[in-house]
C-alpha cells in the first residue's frame, strides 16, 4: 500500500509501512460525545484506566477494560491532522497481509469524502452477492454468517449525508437489503445497528463532529493523540534517508518548546519538515515558525518557491511569488472557500472553472502545486479534486477571505444584501472577525474551526510580513485584535461546550494574546466548567494550548486550573516542562506520586522545584516518588517537607521538593534513604517538618548526611509543636448562645457544651426564645466571631462529636443535610469519636482517617489560614501536634467555629484556656 502524504508524484509510490510511524492511541474513559444526552456506561467505559495505557492498533476491537464482550462499534476520536486516516490505512494494511486481525474476512474501507458522492443516488447493497459467494452453503442470513465484516468509515466530519444517528430513541425496523436505497438510509441503519447487528464497524472522526452518533450505537471511543517525543523524532529519521538531515531537523525542531510540542500532529511534522528542510538548505537558524497559522504560511511559500524553480525555470533567489503563482493563489483559494462553505470537500470540474481556474490546465496546476492540489480518480472516472489535506483547504480558505477584504475591502463572511455595484459592503475588519468566530461557533461539526484559527491568525501584522508579495497592501491593527481578542473572551464567558471554549482558546493562542493562561485558569476555576465535565482529551486539548502559547511556564500551579488528581494527571507534561510545580493541598495521593516519579525520571523534564506539601501523599506516595529521585536523570537536588523555601544555591538546577503535612513516616523515610544511597549526588537538602519522621527514620537519614558520597548537607524534620501555635496564633472562642441546639446544655461558664437528651433537660439547658440562627434540629452551635486571619484553638471532647468551622450563612432550620455540619459546601468537619478521630467532612464527601494514637489525651486542635485556604486538624500531645487532615480550599466568608454532637448521651466539648 503506498502512503499518500501530499508527496509529488512520485513519492507518492512510497511504501505505507515506510513511512508510517507509530501513533499514541489511547481509549477514552468516557464518551465525550453528545453532552447533551446521558452518557451511557458499557463495560469499555466503566473501568475509567488510572493511568492512560496506549492501544496497540491491531486490538482497535478489544475492550480496553480487557473484558471479553464482543465490540461491535469503534468511534475514533482526534483532531484535525493528528493520523486517523493513516491509522486506518495501516489497520487495512496489516490486515490484509496477515499481521493482525486475521479473525475478520472482509473489510470494507470506506471514507466520507467518497461516500458523499453517492448521496442522493440511489444503491442496492451487493452484500447479497458478495454473500452468497463467499458462503457455499447458500446462507444469505447476514448475521448467522460465519463471516465477520467491517465496515470502516473514516472521516465523519467530512460526512455531508444525512444520518440520523444521534438520538438514543432508535427505531427497530427490518431493512430489507435486496431492495435500492439511498447511502444515507444504509449509513444510518448500519450505525443504528439495524443493518448488520454482528459486522464490525469503525468510525473516524474530528471531535467536534462526533456529536452525530449517539453514544448508545456506540461500543468503544478511542482517540487517535499524535506521535509521542520519541515518536517525533522517529518520524523525522524514517523520512529522510540523510541520516544527518534528520539530527538537524530534529535538534533545530526541539530549540523551540512550541514547534517541538505542535509536532505531536503528524501532518504538522509533515509540513514542518519540508519547510524547515528548505530552511536549512538556505540558512541557518533564524526564527522558527511558532503558530499554526505561521507554519502553514511557510509551507505556501516554500511550494511556490520550489514551482518557481521546478515549472518556471526560477532560481532560488527569485522572488517568492510572481504574478502566475498569486493569481493561481488567489484561484485556488476561492475554490477552496466556496467549497468549504459548501461543505464540500471534493470538487469537479465544473468548480474548478468557476473560481477561474482552466480545465485544461489543472492537471498542470496539480502539478504544480502537486502538494498543495490533488487530482483524484472518481468512482464514476469523473475527475474529481481536493487539497492534499483538509488542512490545506481550510488555511487557502482563510487566506482567500484575508486577501479579499485587504486587496478589494470586499468582506466575503458579510451575509447584506448586494450594494448596487453587486458587491458587499465592508463592514471594517472588527466585524470581519466577529461574524467568523460566529460562524464557526454556529457550525454543528466544527467545520470552521480551523478555517478560524487561520483567519484570526492571518490578522497578525508578522504573518502578514511573511506573505510580502502576495499582498498588495498589509492590513492589520493591535487595535482590531484586541477588539478580536475582548470578543472571544465574551464569547469564552458564555455558555459554550468545552469542544467549542477550546477552540477559541486556540484562536487566543494564534492572536498571541498573553492573557490566554489566565483566562484558562479563570475558566477552570470559575465552576462554570468542573473537571467532571472535562474528558481526558479536552484536558489535554488545554495542556496543549498551555505549552504551546508563548507564555513562559516558569511556574505551574495546579491550584489556579483545579485542585486535583485528575487535573494534575492531565497536566502532567505541562508540570514536565515548567520549572517550578507548586501542587501543595490539590488532594493528591500516591496516584500522583507514581505520574511524577516518571516526571523526575525523565530526561527532559525542566522540573527543578516541586511543592507537593498537604496531600495526604503518605509513605507508599513517597515510596513511588522515590523511585523517580533514583533516577540518574533526576536534576532533584533539595527535596523539602517544611513550610519555608528553599533558596537555590545559584549553580541552576535547584529543586525544592516540599512534601509538608504529607503523613510521612519512618517507612517514607527508609525509602527515601535508599533512593539517596543509588543516587546520592543530587539531593542536597531534605526537610522533612510536619511529618511524623520517628527516631529510626530519621536516624537513617541523618547518616546519610555524614557519608561522604551523599550531597546531602541540610536535613530538616521538626515535628509541629504546640508551642508557637499557641504563642502566635490562639483564639479564645465564644459560644453563640442564639445558635445552640436545645438538646445542648451549656455548663462551666459557657465553655463546656454537653449534648443531654430532652428528659434531661435542666433549666440550664438552652430554653431562650425561639431564633432564627438556633439549629433547630441538628444538635449544634456556632461560636461568636467569624475568623478571617490565621487561628488556633484547641478543645478537649468526650462521647462523639464534630469539631467544625462553618461559614455563618450554613443554613440552620429544619433536618436537611443542609444544616449538618460537613454534609454541605458551607463546613467542614472532624469526626471524633470515644478516643480516636477517624473521618472529616466536607459538602458531603467523608475521608477516613488513618487511626491516631490512643494513649494521648482526647484533645483536638485546629488551626486556620483563612488567607491560604488551610484548615488543619491536629491530635494534641503534651507537647507536638500529630497532623490528622489538612483541608485546602479557597474560603469565601468568615468561618465560624462550631460543635456537632451524636446521639450518643453525654458527648460533650470544652473549650481550652489559652
Ligand atoms: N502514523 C503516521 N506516520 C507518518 N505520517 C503520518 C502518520 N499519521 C499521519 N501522518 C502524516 O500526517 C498527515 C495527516 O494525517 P491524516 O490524514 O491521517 O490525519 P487525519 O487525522 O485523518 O486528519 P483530518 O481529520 O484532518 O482528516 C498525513 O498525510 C501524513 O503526512
Not at 464482550?69 to 476520536?77: D, G, I
Not at 473516524?204 to 461500543?219: F, G, L
Not at 540558512?283 to 497559522?293: I, V
Request: proline share 4%; net charge neutral; with cysteine.
Amino acid at each position: 500500500m503506498c502512503a499518500q502524504e501530499g508527496y509529488t508524484k512520485k513519492k507518492d509510490e512510497q511504501r505505507l509501512d515506510d513511512i508510517y510511524t507509530e501513533l499514541y492511541i489511547t481509549a477514552e474513559g468516557d464518551v465525550h460525545i453528545n453532552t447533551q444526552h446521558e452518557v451511557r456506561h458499557t463495560d469499555a467505559f466503566r473501568k475509567p484506566a488510572d493511568t492512560e495505557k496506549p492501544i496497540n492498533p491491531s486490538d482497535m476491537f478489544k475492550l480496553p477494560s480487557g473484558g471479553y464482550k464482543p465490540v461491535r462499534t469503534v468511534l475514533t476520536n482526534g483532531i484535525a491532522g493528528i493520523g486517523k486516516t493513516f491509522l486506518v490505512r495501516k489497520f487495512v494494511l496489516d490486515w490484509a497481509e496477515g499481521r493482525a486481525n486475521q479473525e475478520v474476512h472482509l473489510i470494507f474501507p470506506f471514507t466520507f469524502r467518497q461516500l458523499n458522492l453517492w448521496k442522493e443516488k440511489k444503491l442496492c447493497l451487493d452484500l447479497n452477492h458478495i454473500f452468497t459467494t463467499l458462503q457455499s452453503s447458500g446462507n444469505t442470513n447476514f448475521d448467522k454468517s460465519e463471516f465477520k465484516l467491517l465496515f470502516i468509515l473514516d472521516g465523519l466530519d467530512e460526512s455531508r449525508l444525512q444520518l440520523h444517528c444521534s438520538t438514543s430513541n432508535i427505531q427497530d425496523t427490518d431493512f430489507d437489503v435486496t431492495l435500492s436505497t439511498s447511502v444515507d438510509v444504509l449509513l444510518t441503519n448500519l450505525i443504528n445497528r439495524n443493518l448488520l447487528p454482528s459486522a464490525r464497524l469503525w468510525i473516524t472522526t474530528r471531535p467536534a463532529a462526533a456529536s452525530q452518533i449517539h453514544s448508545d450505537s456506540v461500543d468503544v471511543v478511542t482517540e487517535v493523540r499524535g506521535f509521542t517525543d520519541p515518536q517525533k523524532e522517529e518520524y523525522f529519521r524514517k523520512r529522510s534517508r540523510d541520516k544527518e538531515q534528520a539530527s538537524r531537523l530534529i535538534s533545530h525542531i526541539k530549540t523551540s518548546r512550541s514547534l517541538h510540542i505542535m509536532c505531536h500532529i503528524p501532518v504538522f511534522c509533515w509540513i514542518t519538515a519540508m519547510v524547515l528542510e528548505d530552511v536549512l538548505k538556505t540558512r541557518e537558524g533564524g526564527k522558527l515558525p511558532r503558530t499554526l497559522t505561521e507554519m502553514y504560511i511557510h509551507f505556501l511559500v516554500v511550494q511556490s518557491k520550489l514551482n518557481n524553480i521546478k515549472y518556471d525555470g526560477g532560481a532560488a533567489t527569485d522572488p517568492h511569488w510572481n504574478p502566475e503563482s498569486r493569481k493561481m493563489i488567489e484561484s485556488l483559494g476561492k475554490l477552496a472557500f466556496e467549497q468549504l462553505q459548501k461543505g464540500n470537500l471534493i470538487f469537479y470540474e465544473s468548480d474548478l472553472t468557476e473560481c477561474g481556474i482552466n480545465i485544461r490546465a489543472a492537471s498542470v496546476y496539480s502539478g504544480v502545486f502537486t502538494q498543495i492540489f490533488k487530482e483524484e480518480r472518481g468512482l464514476y472516472q469523473d475527475n474529481v479534486f481536493c487539497f492534499v489535506h483538509l488542512s490545506v483547504q481550510e488555511f487557502l480558505a482563510a487566506l482567500h477571505v484575508h486577501l479579499t477584504f485587504t486587496n478589494f475591502g470586499v468582506n466575503l463572511l458579510y451575509k447584506a444584501p448586494l450594494t448596487r455595484s453587486g458587491v458587499n459592503t465592508k463592514p471594517g475588519p472588527i466585524r470581519l472577525y466577529q461574524i467568523a468566530v460566529n460562524e464557526a461557533l454556529q457550525s454543528s461539526n466544527g467545520h470552521l474551526d480551523l478555517f478560524l484559527r487561520f483567519l484570526l491568525g492571518l490578522s497578525l501584522q508578522t504573518n502578514q510580513t511573511l506573505l510580502r508579495g502576495l499582498m498588495t497592501h498589509t492590513e492589520s491593527s493591535s487595535e482590531t485584535n484586541q477588539e478580536t481578542v475582548k470578543y472571544i473572551k465574551k464569547k469564552i464567558s458564555d455558555n459554550l461546550s468545552p469542544e467549542r471554549s477550546i477552540n477559541l482558546f486556540h484562536c487566543l493562542n494564534e492572536l498571541n494574546d498573553c492573557s490566554l493562561v489566565e483566562k484558562i485558569q479563570q475558566y477552570l476555576t470559575s465552576g462554570r466548567l468542573s473537571r467532571n465535565k472535562l474528558s481526558r482529551a479536552q484536558w489535554s486539548a488545554l495542556g496543549f494550548i498551555l505549552l504551546s502559547s508563548e507564555k513562559d511556564l516558569e511556574v505551574f500551579d495546579l491550584k489556579k486550573y483545579s485542585s486535583s488528581e485528575e487535573a494534575l494527571l492531565r497536566l502532567l507534561p505541562v508540570v514536565k516542562a515548567s520549572n517550578k510545580a507548586v501542587l501543595s493541598g490539590c488532594n493528591l495521593s500516591e496516584r500522583s506520586c507514581e505520574a511524577l516519579s516518571s516526571v523526575l525520571s525523565s530526561q527532559s523534564s525542566s522540573l527543578t522545584e516541586l511543592d507537593l506539601s498537604n496531600n495526604d501523599l503518605q509513605d507508599s506516595g513517597v515510596d513511588k516518588l522515590s523511585a523517580g529521585l533514583k533516577s540518574p536523570h533526576c536534576r532533584l537536588d533539595t527535596l523539602r517537607s517544611g513550610f519555608s523555601l528553599c533558596l537555590t544555591d545559584g549553580c541552576g538546577c535547584v529543586c525544592v521538593f516540599r512534601l509538608s503535612g504529607c503523613l510521612i513516616t519512618d517507612k517514607g523515610c527508609t525509602s527515601l534513604a535508599s533512593a539517596l544511597t543509588s543516587n546520592p549526588s543530587h539531593l542536597r537538602e531534605l526537610d522533612l517538618t510536619y511529618n511524623h519522621p520517628g527516631g529510626s527514620g530519621v536516624k537513617l537519614l541523618s547518616a546519610g548526611l555524614k557519608d561522604p558520597h551523599w550531597r546531602l548537607d541540610t536535613l530538616r524534620y521538626t515535628q509541629t509543636t504546640r508551642a508557637p501555635m499557641l504563642l502566635l496564633y490562639a483564639c479564645e472562642l465564644t459560644v453563640d448562645t442564639n445558635t445552640v441546639s436545645r438538646s445542648i446544655q451549656l455548663s462551666d461558664n459557657n465553655r463546656t457544651m454537653t449534648r443531654v437528651s430532652y428528659n434531661h433537660l435542666t433549666p440550664t439547658a438552652v430554653t431562650g426564645e425561639r431564633s432564627p440562627h438556633r439549629f433547630d434540629f441538628w444538635e449544634q452551635l456556632l461560636c461568636q466571631t467569624g475568623l478571617t486571619g490565621r487561628h488556633y484553638w484547641e478543645v478537649e471532647w468526650r462521647g462523639v462529636v464534630y469539631i467544625s468551622v462553618a461559614y455563618g450563612g450554613m443554613r440552620r432550620r429544619g433536618h436537611t443535610v443542609h444544616c449538618w455540619f460537613g454534609r454541605n459546601d458551607q463546613s467542614w468537619t472532624l469526626r471524633c469519636s470515644e478516643d480516636d478521630c477517624d473521618s472529616v467532612y466536607h459538602n458531603k464527601r467523608k475521608t477516613d482517617l488513618p487511626s491516631s494514637s490512643s494513649s494521648v489525651p482526647d484533645r483536638v486542635a485546629v488551626y486556620v489560614d483563612w488567607p491560604a485556604g488551610i484548615l488543619s486538624f491536629y491530635r494534641v500531645s503534651p507537647d507536638t501536634l500529630i497532623h490528622l487532615h489538612t483541608f485546602n480550599t479557597s474560603f469565601t466568608e468568615p468561618l465560624y467555629p462550631g460543635f456537632g454532637f451524636a446521639c450518643s448521651p453525654f458527648s460533650s466539648v470544652s473549650l481550652s484556656e489559652s
